[in-house]
């Protein structure tokens, strides 16, 4: 069995995020940079699969230079090779092209299942997975909190805003996990001295057999037009509890219409 | 006038879900809203009427035998044939939830579409349509306008009040072939039980978190008894759902909810930076911790340092006099 692993390197959500002003576009210059959680969370899916069976487990990203970094550690985690689409026209790419692309990427390489992120912690879209199968043309089974891989079919417990689906499909496929599947294995010493042998491929538009200037037309499209930081919060009444401090909240919320 | 398409989706019982009344007033500012339906043959009960009621000025039923039985593609396929019915149609609007989105996703492949996810406002400027979202927990916002069309939109849950004029909906009926693409099977369905004496989370006016603080699902309790002297919905930090004393679709933050309401209560919550990407935006916060150096006082309106199980009783009977 062929997995492909859907990786993201993204701001880490415990430092300063940014986004351009003028562009609208993600800074990545202003925090640091690291792999998303839930990319770690799909990796580990594949590789229980690898554990047990028979299986090629391909990392793929697409982002800059520095997302070669995230590659490393799948790989050092366990993953038998890396695929890094990095091209100087993809700067900025929206939903659109970023899928497109990637699918590209998977037809090429070949896959019986893709495995990705409900949503990433940056762009929180949430829709690249559902936007890949329909390029492939294949099922999709997004948002699983528990996922069975089996060799020809995957079945899992897909999580909604209303309630949970139990699906199924037969191979090909992809889906996406949420964080509520199994917490990532860390590299071992021996995973990352293997990890400086194993391949890592990058591939431009051009490798990938894509012009920007036609590759991606769309019909009607959204252009931003406006970025506004808003102000940070500041701190408002601190007080330390006398034995009276419920009673002052009842009073702070009466003042203020807000019972 | 351009049409705007709106994607309803319901229940596995075959009730039309809260969003509708979002979407409808959201596309009735643009345009003329059509409600659009994939749904299995048969009879639809007062479907139509309500959704009439809700503003939609056409709605369109693609019936499919197996339209609860597939997943996602009978609805990219409704979609798809009311595109291929109505002319010149401007936007498609979804709900941002699980379903909305990946139907949006797979629908703006198949036609060529630019796509628009999370968005909190729609609106008129000099005659193009703007979409508002909100980036990094609401430290951004931005305005995309949306030329062209179709374009898709999707519609935070709870983002936009009021609803549109009531309308006589005129019906359309089609069955619809299914595209060749292959859909996951569905094998069953069940919606989580709602607590029904409370608000839904994602637009509640008033909402009582709880975290790690609380120390066990048991005393958890605690938060729902604040949040029902409040008339609130319940959330939690992930530290919280981690420790399994409720379950995920309660949690607020960076990968779960992100809410605006007037008045937000953390308890037990230190305020992860990842818990403030989910309610940094609430107009007014409280928070109540032991720790006096929790990150969550440095956003709060009003901090209280001290025993929550002490605090929050005292604040519930207070609050129950002051109201009377």
Redesign the interface.
Same mark, same amino acid.
């Given at each position: 069995m062929k997995i492909v692993v859907l990786v993201k390197q993204v701001p880490d959500t415990w430092g300063e995020r940014s986004l351009d002003s003028a562009t609208g576009i993600l800074d990545r210059t202003s925090g640091d940079n690291v792999i998303d959680e839930i990319s770690e969370r799909s990796l580990e899916v594949a590789l229980r699969v690898k554990d047990d069976s028979e299986a090629e487990v391909v990392v793929l990203t697409m982002g800059p230079a520095s997302a070669v970094e995230a590659l490393r550690h799948c790989l050092a985690m366990g993953a038998d090779s890396a695929l890094h689409v990095l091209d100087d026209a993809l700067v900025g790419a929206d939903v659109t092209w970023t899928s497109a692309v990637l699918a590209k990427a998977i037809a090429q390489s070949g896959f019986d299942i893709v495995i990705g992120g409900n949503e990433s912690t940056d762009g929180r879209g949430g829709v690249i997975p559902a936007m890949i199968a329909e390029h492939l043309a294949v099922p999709s089974l997004t948002s699983l909190s528990t996922v069975k891989i089996m060799a020809d079919a995957v079945s899992g417990s897909r999580e909604t805003d209303y309630g949970s689906l139990n699906v199924n499909a037969s191979l090909p496929a992809v889906i996406s996990i949420t964080e509520q599947s199994p917490e990532a294995r860390f590299p071992s010493f021996k995973g990352l001295m293997k990890a400086k042998k194993k391949p890592l491929t990058v591939l431009s538009l051009a490798n990938l057999e894509m012009d920007p200037l036609t590759s991606f037309e769309i019909s009607g499209k959204s252009t931003i037009t406006a970025v506004t930081r808003r102000p940070a919060r500041t701190a408002g009444t601190k007080i330390i509890d006398d034995g009276n401090a419920g009673v002052q909240l009842a009073e702070f919320l009466v003042a203020g219409r807000l019972v | 006038m351009s049409n705007t398409l709106t994607l309803i989706e319901v229940?596995p019982a075959g009730a039309i879900?809260p969003s509708a009344k979002m979407l409808l007033a959201a596309a009735a500012r643009i345009g003329n809203p059509i409600a659009v339906l994939a749904l299995t043959p048969g009879d639809h009960g007062d479907i139509v009427s309500q959704l009439g009621a809700l503003g939609a000025h056409h709605v369109f039923l693609a019936e499919f035998p197996q339209a609860d039985s597939l997943?996602?593609?009978p609805a990219?396929d409704a979609l798809a044939a009311a595109l291929a019915h109505f002319d010149s149609t401007?936007a498609i609007l979804v709900?941002n939830?699980?379903?909305g989105?990946?139907t949006? +996703?797979?629908l703006?492949?198949?036609? +060529?579409?630019?796509? *628009?996810?999370?968005a909190i406002d729609i609106t008129v400027v000099n005659e193009s349509v703007?979409?508002h979202t909100s *980036?990094?927990g609401?430290?951004?916002?931005?305005?995309?306008?949306?030329?062209?069309?179709?374009?898709i939109v999707a519609l935070r849950?709870g983002s936009i009040e009021g609803e549109a004029p009531a309308h006589a909906a005129e019906v359309k009926t089609v069955s619809v072939t299914s595209s060749e693409?292959?859909?996951?099977?569905?094998?069953?369905?069940?919606?989580?039980p709602t607590n029904s004496s409370r608000p839904d989370l994602r637009s509640a006016t008033?909402v009582v978190s709880g975290g790690r603080g609380l120390g066990s699902k048991a005393d958890f309790e605690l938060v729902e008894k604040l949040a029902d002297a409040?008339g609130a919905a319940v959330g939690a930090s992930r530290a919280a759902v981690d420790a399994g004393y409720v379950p995920?679709?309660l949690q607020v933050g960076?990968?779960g909810t992100i809410v605006t309401p007037?008045?937000y209560v953390a308890l037990g919550i230190s305020g992860a930076?990842?818990h403030l990407?989910g309610m940094?935006?609430a107009k007014?916060?409280?928070a109540?911790n032991k720790d006096?150096d929790a990150p969550i006082?440095?956003?709060?309106?009003?901090?209280?340092? +001290?025993?929550l199980f002490?605090? *929050?009783?005292?604040?519930?009977?207070?609050?129950k006099?002051?109201?009377n």
């Open positions: - | 229940s879900r997943l996602t593609i990219v401007g709900t939830s699980v379903e989105r990946e949006a +996703g797979r703006a492949v198949r036609i +060529g579409s630019g796509l *628009v996810l999370d703007v979409a *980036v990094f609401g430290a951004f916002a931005v305005e995309s306008s949306i030329q062209g069309g179709p374009t849950q693409i292959r859909a996951a099977a569905i094998t069953s369905q069940t919606d989580a008033t409040l995920h679709s960076q990968t007037q008045l930076i990842q990407a940094q935006t007014v916060i409280v109540i006096a006082f440095d956003i709060a309106d009003f901090g209280i340092v +001290g025993d002490a605090v *929050v009783p005292q604040a519930i009977e207070a609050i006099k002051l109201k």
